[in-house]
């Protein structure tokens, strides 16, 4: 349930800490602390001042704000003994749906990373697909304490932006979204393709891929809403897969069989989660085009 | 073993029938016939009086011709009981290495085919992916008498134009060969993409790949031979595989991780198996572009 | 001096005619017949009703609407004995400024069309560039009486409809304007090229052009207006220029000298003066790409 | 007149100077000198025998060189009075067609270039555009002694070299000649475009232009012989132009009149005269695509 900006402005104290309360999980405080600096007049004003309340806590309570976050794929998300956000979170990701072989790596790794750094693994979970996850989970199981402590505290700030974005309506919002977008130009005829069915997969692993959208272009050659929009767009390797065989035998040109083009598939990687990709496809029966857009 | 034109048009003409009697399976009256008409002043000329000899051929001749041929992953094959010739072509398009399942289906197409036409089921494998084998075997089923005795004809002919371009060597060559080349072109550096590992597969079935070829560009960009070439090429969905991300790492250019391009996949089809199929890839590290080239 | 569509709807009739009367040129009777129909719902319904009281009227006017129609860079415009609309019309088609021999050329064409058809040459100067101009008055001379009546008439209608739309603001626009833009993509960043300096010029022969537009990519790698909006698109041949080659100096790339690409030219034509013409480059220093886009 | 490797390394050494004492210009001495190092086993090893002899002589002698040489576009030259090579080589770049303003504009160049080094202006002409010849010429009046007496050297070896190839045959040839091709691709049709006429220009300013080359592409899509071959490129800004639309009238498509794509231009620049430029087209009638190939 959303709020505005100004009706936070105007409530009580215990009723902003009341709102706020779960963006730092387990840690009220930081919205106690952050109550008292009202009114703000954007998000990204509350956004910082909660940023400034946990830096300026003493030690202690920094590193509970750590320790007292819940593994990914850990025993308590498992067991459903972990805050309602981080269980959306967690499901969004699949780590509620790992199978027991992942499930125990997940375990393994949880365990060599608290036994290393005696914290556990925080990770902004909805910035990353599945193979992006594991990769990070590796590295930093490869570092140092120090840039540890400090990894995990810039998590957690990524984690509270996410769901203070998600909570607070407001003039000045969080730039927490990307943006994967596409468009089809049909170089034979001279315009958009219309009508082409596209698919988003994420590329989990060298033989496995999940379709994360489905869409089919419009009269501008566009999809009528962006691929992933909104939120970030996880770190992951996709393939956009493009129905342009089909396009063209509706188009009643004469193609071989099998078409020289068919099914057209565009490999990328997405490395900022807040960044725009446009991603188009500049085809004829014979050749193609993609490039990074805007 | 290879023999020459030449050789050939001196030859007693048992020793000629003796060299050539394989090209038309159990049917050396083909090369018999031909043996007459010596001297050939090109290959072609010499394959032009085989197929001669088998339009003269009384109908029986032309019938026994086609059902004297193997059928394709039939049991006569599985037990070794065909002309050396078939077996290597037949192992050569996978069909010496069909799963139970597999091999149960061309069993049931082969008595499907042989009670509606009375003929085995022949098809010049070495035009055909494995993919495109069984497209054609259920379109051909579906078609009428006339129309397949017609197309098994065409088929042996080319199965024998095939074994003759294998046996004799001389002038006015056989255009049986086809060819697939690659070009990597670095459009940051302005110049051929050197060192790029291409790997070319066959896709077999939405999930299947197999792959046929594998090379790395050279100095031009170009790999040193073709990535198919000598042979027909077959009449299949293919994927080429650039490993781009690494030619850009090797180059010292600062890429994000993941790279927005790094295994780039092209995915085209064959529909003409003597045809040249040039599939370059023009790239940089954003953006790129493939065409049918010459 | 623009009106609104209800002020136009509620003025008394005299006032309706005295605002619409010059979109027919020396023909007030049109918007009369047309006021008795209000009011009009959009600008469009208003021009269907001065559309049928010119197909309404009696031969007579109708042949009068197109008789009493001036020349194009005719004697009459040049002493300036034309309606003030199509000053500034043949004006902004640099009419005005003909040199001798072009003025004595249109002479020529105008004296043979109307020696041969009876009528002044009527063409919407707006949606033509000059050499069109000139390309669509020759091929009309060769045309017959019948189907330059309806030329000429359809040409009236068109004048008006760009007429209509600069008088009156309201719902449903006439659809008169097309556009042209462009946007520049750097492959060698993956992203938008910044203050790339671009030109558009009209080639009006062989060897001349005119400049019609100059502008410099923003952040987004767009001109901060279309090249050409808010009106038609002359048909013409045009050309674009980018500086690409001080683009990448100033991204600090090492290019050699003179670069490989520096001015960029890309050379297209617009045949409908109502489309969208979009036309990207997509750029490294050593490749690069347009197509019509959208 | 040419003369073979062999013929020279077998003739007596005044013959051979006979031969080769035109290579530099007044200088018979480097040749003389090389002469008594025969047998060469490559023409490179040949040049390099007389690089060394220049490289060895007493600074008297290899200031002679420099001074003997005479000047671009110079009195001599007009009235001449310099040797043959040096005429010809003068007008294969137009300097003998110069006119009143430009041959006094050289003439003052070359005033203050003697004036300010003591020597005329030595530049290998063959690689250089008109446009490129001024701005060297500018550049280096612009530079410092030392530097200056360097490059006259290195220009000197320059023409040396392109003489040397010229007159010699065998082995191991100089490697003094670039290469400008292109190659039109159909996207349409996915194959060569066939029949497209070709031009080749050097803009000279930013008004003027020569055609250099005219050509036709065949069934490969490519022009007979490249557009420049056996020699340096010159280097220049050069505009290829591809009568793209008449290619896609001839081939019954559909276009608008005037089509989006018509006269194709590709403007480039080339720095390095004895690289290859392969600058293809690869278009459709609403889009293109240019890059440097190889």
Excluded: K
Excluded at 37 to 58: G, K, Q
Excluded at 157 to 164: D, G, K, S, V, Y
Excluded at 168 to 178: E, I, K, N, P, S
């Amino acid at each position: 349930m959303t709020i505005s900006l100004d009706a936070l402005n105007a409530a009580p104290a215990a009723e902003f800490t009341a709102h706020l309360g779960a963006v730092f999980e387990h840690a009220p405080w930081v919205a106690e602390a952050a109550a008292a600096r009202r009114p703000f007049a954007t998000v990204e004003a509350l956004f910082s001042a909660l940023r400034e309340a946990v830096a300026a806590a003493p030690e202690a309570r920094r590193l509970a704000l750590l320790t007292g976050h819940p593994e990914l794929a850990g025993r308590a998300a498992r067991a459903g003994r972990i805050a309602q956000a981080s269980i959306a979170e967690q499901a969004a990701a699949g780590l509620d749906r790992l199978s027991e072989a992942e499930f125990a790596r997940f375990e393994a790794l949880n365990a060599a990373y608290r036994e290393r750094f005696g914290l556990p693994f925080i990770l902004c979970v909805r910035r990353h697909g599945r193979a992006s996850l594991l990769r990070r989970f590796e590295a930093r199981l490869a570092s140092d304490p120090e840039t540890e402590r400090r990894s995990a505290e810039a998590e957690v700030l990524r984690i509270a932006a996410l769901r203070l974005d998600a909570l607070v309506t407001g003039a000045g919002a969080l730039r927490v979204a990307g943006r994967l977008s596409t468009h089809v130009l049909d170089t034979v005829r001279g315009g958009p393709a219309m009508g082409v069915a596209v698919e988003l997969a994420e590329l989990v692993s060298a033989t496995e891929s999940v379709v994360v959208a489905r869409a089919e272009t419009n009269a501008d050659g566009r999809t009528d809403a962006p691929l992933i929009a909104g939120r970030p767009v996880p770190v992951a390797t996709y393939e956009l897969r493009f129905g342009l065989g089909d396009h063209y035998r509706r188009a009643g040109l004469d193609l071989p069989d099998p078409p020289f083009l068919d099914l057209v598939t565009l490999r990328f990687g997405v490395a900022e989660p807040e960044g725009h990709y446009h991603v188009p496809l500049v085809a004829s029966p014979w050749s193609y085009q993609t490039y990074r857009g805007s």
